[in-house]
């Protein structure tokens, strides 16, 4: 049966009273035959725009059909961006304009725009009647990223979140079974985001001032470069952060009790308005009454180590990152007590690793690393038995479109992305005040409208 309006409001209705929090959904989607098309627009085809269509046009039954952006120059880029896979889309510069224009012919809308936009744009596509994919960060500012969960409750449309981690396949089984079976207690996390010291970017012909001020920008400079500049986004602990830490609040199920965390703001000449490095170590009160403990640093001045998460129990360690060369083994604690060889198989013949490449490094390291006690014993580590062989945000878009179609349940719903906008929003918050951050349970849930 082909996909009618009819049919994808039923199907979103349906979607709308599943579960807010059933991120443990199956961990394969489908989308459905290509004649079930979903008709798209895209609010903002800057880099993180152009990202998710290259997923956009690799997903059957999507079909984008109209793109704004205030700059003419990716107006030009989408119109043939999209010509190339034979969609011909219709360009606008005020998304009100275009929403009121295509309303008929769109059912959904990808918004891309920078974070300051998310809210505006957000909740004036699901007044609209569409449902919603909007990049994260939700926003740079706590009261909006709540408006928008509270405008998708009033509307029933659907909205979800980018923190496209929740849905890759990778993620999704290490987060469903290989920490909760084979890490034992994980006591601590670590993650970071290096990045290399780079100029602002500039070109040669930026948007006209006149344009600019028309849209909240002061100069082509702030435009071009949004997230170090607070009005607009909340520097690399926001845009980087809030993809990592929210995965420690995924690992733990809970959100943090507290956050402290110190940064810099001068490796730059001049300095940026935001901190190009912030380290911080977030605790988090189990239910059981154990505090864990994570430690992320994010760093614009040296890309050493690039970026990764870890994730580190009494049994067994996980090393991911969504690029998995740089992370994507499983390497067991080699104590007395702790898991067998025996025991380290039956995963592997569960499926969760791959056997290992290597023999456990052991007492033919060195004779003095033997005996010294402050040094434990390493063992090799397993890759995952897990791959992910598209676009890394492909599945996050199919996950949406799923749920747009056959009721499937949103892996990042708006309430859930809110918990991480809280948590790195108030790590910048530590930083200015170089004090802990003690959060309050009632903080990570939305608050009603003042």
């Not at 810099?264 to 912030?278: C, S, T």
């Not at 056959?406 to 910048?428: M, R």
Request: net charge positive; glycine share 6%; with cysteine.
């Amino acid at each position: 049966m082909s996909l009618n309006r009819r049919n994808f409001v039923k199907g979103a209705a349906v979607a709308s009273f599943l579960p807010s929090f059933n991120i443990l959904h199956a961990d394969t989607v489908t989308i459905g035959p290509k004649d079930d098309t979903i008709n798209v627009a895209i609010i903002g085809f800057g880099a993180e725009g152009k990202v998710l269509s290259e997923s956009l046009v690799r997903i059957p039954g999507v079909r984008v059909r109209a793109v704004c952006d205030i700059w003419k120059f990716h107006q030009q880029q989408a119109r043939a961006f999209f010509k190339s896979y034979g969609m011909p889309v219709t360009v606008f510069e005020d998304y009100r304009d275009m929403l009121d224009k295509e309303d008929k012919n769109i059912d959904a809308v990808v918004v891309a725009t920078p974070d300051w936009m998310h809210c505006e744009h957000t909740c004036y596509c699901l007044r609209k009647g569409k449902h919603v994919y909007c990049e994260k960060e939700m926003s740079n500012r706590l009261e909006q990223a709540a408006e928008m969960c509270r405008v998708a409750k009033e509307t029933g449309k659907l909205l979800q979140i980018g923190h496209q981690r929740r849905s890759n396949p990778r993620y999704r089984h290490c987060f469903t079974k290989v920490i909760p079976e084979m890490l034992g207690r994980v006591t601590t996390a670590y993650a970071q985001w290096n990045r290399t010291l780079a100029p602002f970017f500039t070109v040669k012909r930026p948007p006209k001032q006149s344009l600019l001020t028309k849209y909240g920008y002061e100069n082509p400079e702030q435009f071009l470069n949004w997230r170090w500049f607070y009005k607009y986004g909340g520097g690399s602990m926001v845009d980087l952060g809030s993809h990592q830490i929210d995965l420690f609040i995924w690992a733990w199920g809970v959100p943090p009790s507290s956050v402290t965390a110190i940064g810099g703001k001068d490796a730059f000449n001049p300095p940026r308005m935001a901190y190009d490095r912030v380290m911080c170590i977030y605790e988090f009160d189990m239910p059981d009454g154990t505090k864990n403990e994570a430690y992320y640093q994010v760093i614009s001045s040296n890309s050493r180590g690039g970026f990764y998460e870890q994730f580190m129990g009494v049994n067994a360690s996980l090393t991911i990152a969504e690029i998995s060369a740089r992370g994507n083994t499983v390497q067991r604690e080699l104590r007395e007590g702790g898991l067998t060889d025996a025991d380290w198989q039956k995963f592997v013949d569960k499926g969760y690793i791959l056997p290992s490449k290597g023999d456990l490094i052991k007492k033919e390291v060195t004779k003095d690393i033997a005996v010294d006690t402050r040094i434990s014993l390493q063992a090799s580590g397993n890759d995952l038995a897990v791959s992910m062989n598209k676009p890394a945000h492909m599945p996050h878009l199919e996950n949406f479109f799923a749920a747009c179609r056959h009721g499937e349940a949103l892996n990042c719903p708006a309430e859930l992305a809110y918990e991480s906008a809280v948590a790195v929003l108030k790590a910048n918050e530590s930083a200015d005040s170089r004090k802990m951050y003690k959060f309050k349970p009632e903080e990570f849930k939305v608050p009603p409208r003042a």
